[in-house]
């Protein structure tokens, strides 16, 4: 029997190391579709880019209008150059700074006109002549005869361009360029010696002043042109132009190099980064280490899907998870502050930026606190040392500039969810009073300009903290505003239990209710009230004013089950679970139709007034766990897994929102889905994948294994955790944190009981 034994652990250590090996050499890179998304409205990029990282060379094919906030569109045949700043997913649009474009022949500029999608120097291209994988893009260009190459560290890109043979070959390096025309307040351009460049950049557009520096090395030496001008906009404005000519001669299939750093602080940043992540012209190893990255990354999580295409529409959206927030360090650990000042930081601990936090709170921060919570930390840390420099809390921090867009103060949901699930590192006090004074009415002491202050510290707070509720009459978007109060004050009451203020968390619990001023009992939705006490008539469900009614990127239907904190309490003023899920019924059976002067192109992905192509929307099919119908989560969530997440570039059903739509994705393919950050306790729904194994930071790993899937099975029948029955549709954190095994059976047939 010992020898048996001896045999059976050897083999099990064997199992366990080939596993491990399988893990470490896998390519989960080559199941990545980053044109998932670019399509549609999903507003995502497919150039190069590293897990989180600050720069991200890819091609721009248009400037204006909302499907340009990446500035990217597959449905383009035109690519304006490569620029290497973009955001991934947005429904806001900035950055595209410093494009470059390689040419042959006469390098043409003008005419520059402020109405065309296109630049004079832009090429046709042809998707059948485009790749895309992390790390890596490359695309033919027609006009020229080039063959472009990207590919990226944290903080500097290479390209490589293989020419024809031409007497007339260069490349124009744009910086008056940018996604939607944004203000240049000033250009600098140094051109070093025939191979080096540098230069800076003070932008107004969403962030009020982006500054940017970048430094450029080529492998052919150049000779140049500067030129500097002057055109008239669309509103009759003039607008400053900026443009390097650069020249030389090449063979046929010639291979030229150009590599660039980027610094938010300063040219010497800039420089200082490139020279370290990329000192020599080594394309390929770069390409490699950004593979390695991203498969380090992917590999947190292994999976065995119904079929090829699920598996490429899960990695792209764990991929989709590492693009935000990015990093804003320099390698020598200097940083651009809230306050307009450089900062000496740790390149080890560092500042990130791009935090679109009324998207991400739900789905993409929850699944990095199973998989990667120490990164959680290093964002929490990030926006307490905003809020240090800047005065207060960010809502939609974007390259050290407040923005003040969305509703709500999410940073206490992450630093509130840290707390609960026990991995918080980072001072709770100090969180504590951040929170605090997020919640409060105090437009004193922000560094931002004077315009933004009442859009980052609304009056709606001055209401919700002393009327008591937010009314309809005297501030925007009222109801949206006041719900997400309540449960980021929620949050809060969690984060004072913590650092001990037992007074502290009795009052924000109290804000917490405040959700119920806002239910009409002869409606059954959650309706605008003024001053007065009186509901806003006329009323319609249905009704939307994008950005101006009482609602944010959605109508009653969809706000009124925005109270995660306390599903119980809306419950009970539904009538109970009886009442409470006949409403749920009621929203997924409704007309889908939309009424109103400018309904908001973000309430996508509709099922009857259900919008999975927005945010507000993505916890409300976990509800009917709450209410003893499990059955219709499940359902509901086959239903969406197979209509809304595709393997083409249309592929999503809203903006990509910096990782949001896909973290849905992700943790319900799995099996489960965090209803409340804040609360340790995930939801389960209807698992999509036969197999899901997480590789936690400790070492251990929890795996759902489901039995019986298919297309068609899409109920569960049995659960049991460890092999002991489960009872419930609801997991603990602890229970995934501390390894272990979630078996689930599936069957074709509703299990009512």
């Not at 002057?230 to 063979?251: E, H, I, M, N, S």
């Not at 059955?631 to 997440?645: A, C, F, G, P, S």
Request: a negative charge; charged letters at 20%.
């Amino acid at each position: 029997m010992k020898h048996l034994s001896l045999i059976l652990c050897c083999g099990a250590l064997l199992l366990s190391a080939c596993q491990g090996s399988q893990q470490a050499s896998a390519d989960y890179t080559a199941y990545v579709n980053p044109f998932i998304g670019t399509g549609g409205h999903g507003h995502t990029f497919p150039g190069a880019v590293v897990p989180n990282g600050m720069i991200q060379p890819s091609p721009d094919t248009r400037i204006d209008g909302w499907d340009a906030c990446s500035g990217y569109y597959y449905a383009d045949s035109t690519v304006n150059g490569f620029s290497h700043t973009h955001l991934s997913g947005t429904g806001c649009a900035d950055f595209g700074d410093f494009l470059l474009m390689p040419t042959t022949g006469e390098q043409q500029c003008n005419p520059q006109d402020y109405s065309q999608q296109t630049l004079p120097f832009a090429s046709r291209f042809s998707h059948d002549s485009e790749i895309a994988e992390p790390g890596y893009y490359s695309v033919f260009l027609d006009r020229y005869g080039v063959k472009a190459e990207l590919t990226a560290t944290k903080r500097a890109a290479i390209h490589r361009y293989t020419f024809p043979a031409s007497e007339q070959a260069g490349f124009i390096l744009d910086l008056d360029y940018s996604v939607q025309h944004q203000m240049n307040l000033d250009m600098q351009v140094e051109v070093i010696s025939d191979t080096e460049i540098r230069g800076h950049k003070l932008s107004l557009y969403w962030a009020p002043q982006q500054q940017l520096s970048f430094y450029a090395k080529f492998s052919k030496p150049f000779t140049y042109s500067i030129l500097r001008d002057t055109l008239t906009d669309q509103k009759g404005d003039p607008q400053p132009r900026c443009k390097v000519l650069l020249q030389f001669a090449t063979q046929k299939d010639e291979q030229v190099f150009a590599k660039m750093g980027i610094s938010a602080v300063d040219m010497e940043g800039a420089r200082k980064n490139l020279e370290a992540e990329i000192p020599d012209w080594d394309f390929e190893g770069v390409r490699r280490d950004a593979r390695t990255a991203w498969n380090d990354y992917l590999s947190k999580i292994e999976i065995d899907p119904m079929d090829a295409n699920d598996r490429t529409i899960f990695y792209t959206a764990m991929y989709h998870t590492a693009i935000s927030p990015n990093l804003f360090t320099d390698v020598d650990g200097r940083y651009w502050g809230m306050d307009r000042n450089i900062h000496q930081g740790d390149a080890a601990r560092p500042m990130y930026t791009i935090f679109s936090l009324w998207d991400t709170f739900r789905a993409l921060h929850p699944l990095l606190s199973i998989i990667d919570p120490q990164r959680n930390n290093d964002y929490v840390r990030s926006l307490l040392l905003k809020a240090q420099e800047g005065g207060i809390l960010p809502m939609w921090p974007v390259a050290g500039n407040y923005t003040a867009t969305m509703v709500g103060y999410h940073s206490v949901s992450l630093m509130a969810d840290a707390v609960t699930k026990g991995y918080a590192d980072f001072d709770v006090n100090e969180a504590y009073r951040a929170a605090v004074r997020a919640a409060e009415y105090d437009t004193t002491g922000i560094v931002c300009p004077k315009w933004m202050v009442d859009y980052l510290v609304p009056k709606a707070k001055y209401y919700k903290n002393t009327l008591g509720y937010v009314p309809c009459d005297k501030d925007n978007e009222a109801v949206a505003k006041a719900l997400e109060y309540a449960y980021d004050d929620y949050c809060i009451s969690l984060l004072a239990a913590a650092a001990g203020d037992a007074e502290g968390q009795k009052k924000y619990e109290a804000f917490a209710q405040a959700y119920r001023h806002y239910f009409d009992p002869s409606t059954r939705f959650m309706r605008g009230k003024d001053k007065q006490g009186k509901w806003r008539s006329p009323f319609s469900p249905t009704r939307s004013n994008h950005r101006n009614d009482d609602y944010c990127e959605g109508n009653a239907w969809q706000w009124t089950w925005f109270v995660p904190q306390d599903v119980e309490g809306l419950m009970a003023l539904m009538g109970g679970p009886e009442g409470f899920t006949a409403k749920l019924d009621s929203l997924f059976t409704a007309d889908s139709a939309l009424e109103g002067e400018e309904v908001s192109a973000d309430i996508s992905g509709l099922i009857g007034q259900y919008a999975h192509g927005n945010e507000p929307s993505h916890h409300i099919i976990h509800l009917y766990n709450y209410a003893g119908q499990p059955w219709k989560t499940q359902e509901l969530i086959d239903r969406v897994m197979k209509e809304q997440y595709r393997n083409e570039p249309d592929g999503l059903s809203g903006n990509e929102d910096c990782g949001q739509m896909s973290a849905w994705y992700i943790l319900n393919a799995m099996g489960f889905y965090q209803v409340c950050p804040g609360k340790p306790v995930y939801s389960i729904g209807r698992p999509w994948m036969n197999r899901s194994v997480m590789h936690l930071p400790d070492g251990k790993t929890f795996t759902i294994a489901v039995r019986n899937n298919s297309k068609d099975n899409k109920y569960i029948e049995s659960m049991t955790l460890n092999g002991t029955p489960m009872d419930t549709p609801f997991l603990r954190h602890a229970d995934i944190a501390a390894g272990g095994t979630l078996e689930i059976s599936m069957t074709s047939q509703p299990q009512q009981q």
